[in-house]
């Protein structure tokens, strides 16, 4: 009898542990229709940009908001701001040294409700070879089911970061005084992620 109570015990602690691992769902980065941008004061304006080639993942738990978690890669030489000049500029040592450090990443470490549809994500940023904790202000923007092209989630979020932080610190004194470059950084992530369907009994897939 000991034996039998021992193996449905362990039988049962199996099937919880299935079933809270099936409670969380994937969904992933659609880069048709998410953007990773930026902006910069460059002399009295703002200069705008957005990486094209990145992959994010969003592991969603609804019942418990606070087990979720997201994984964001960017690459770094995929900067666009529109200038095929500035852009190779922009890949250089002066400034993202891509051949160096060629990827951008930010891994969740905890997410705290804040009330609403608004999320406080904490994680390591990791760009131009140094990581930093940041918190990201994140809004959740729905889930939707859009027919074929299956189930949706949004989020957004923006953050101001120092660049001198990750040691990107290139900058020019103008004659008149003061800098070309800000300092700060506004980081603007918008996404539309879709749902990870289960693999098809029929094929594996």
Same mark, same amino acid.
């Given at each position: @009898?000991?034996?039998?109570? !021992?193996?449905?015990?362990?039988?049962?602690?199996?099937? &919880?542990?299935?079933?809270?691992?099936?409670?969380?769902d !994937?969904?992933?980065?659609?880069?048709?229709?998410?953007?990773?941008?930026?902006?910069?004061?460059? #002399?009295?304006?703002?200069?705008?940009?957005?990486?094209?080639d990145?992959?994010?993942?969003? #592991?969603?738990?609804?019942?418990r908001?606070?087990?979720?978690?997201v994984?964001?890669?960017?690459?770094?030489?995929? +900067?666009?701001?529109?200038?095929?000049? %500035?852009?190779?500029?922009? %890949?250089?040592?002066?400034?993202?040294?891509?051949?160096?450090?060629?990827?951008i990443?930010?891994?969740?470490?905890? +997410?705290?409700?804040?009330?609403?549809?608004?999320?406080?994500?904490?994680?390591? &940023?990791? @760009?131009?070879?140094? !990581?930093k904790?940041?918190?990201?202000?994140?809004?959740? &923007?729905?889930f939707?089911?859009?027919?074929? @092209?299956?189930?949706?989630?949004?989020?957004?979020?923006?953050?101001? #970061?120092? %660049?001198?932080?990750?040691?990107i610190?290139?900058? %020019?004194?103008?004659?008149?005084?003061?800098? @070309?470059?800000?300092?700060?950084?506004? +980081?603007?992530?918008?996404?539309?992620?879709?749902?990870?369907?289960?693999?098809?009994?029929? !094929?594996?897939?």
């Open positions: @009898m000991k034996t039998s109570r !021992t193996l449905f015990a362990t039988l049962g602690a199996v099937v &919880l542990t299935a079933a809270a691992a099936s409670a969380a !994937t969904y992933n980065f659609d880069k048709v229709h998410s953007d990773v941008g930026f902006q910069i004061r460059h #002399l009295v304006s703002k200069v705008r940009g957005h990486f094209t990145y992959e994010g993942t969003v #592991l969603v738990d609804r019942a908001p606070e087990a979720s978690s994984d964001l890669t960017i690459k770094a030489a995929s +900067i666009d701001t529109g200038n095929e000049n %500035r852009d190779k500029d922009l %890949r250089s040592a002066n400034f993202f040294e891509v051949d160096k450090y060629p990827e990443t930010f891994k969740s470490t905890k +997410i705290a409700p804040k009330g609403g549809d608004h999320y406080d994500v904490t994680g390591n &940023l990791t @760009m131009h070879g140094t !990581t904790e940041v918190t990201l202000p994140v809004t959740f &923007l729905g939707v089911n859009a027919g074929r @092209m299956g189930d949706r989630a949004g989020f957004e979020t923006s953050i101001t #970061l120092n %660049r001198k932080d990750f040691g610190v290139w900058n %020019r004194v103008l004659d008149t005084g003061g800098t @070309m470059l800000g300092d700060d950084v506004l +980081i603007s992530i918008n996404v539309e992620a879709s749902k990870k369907q289960p693999p098809s009994p029929a !094929t594996g897939e």
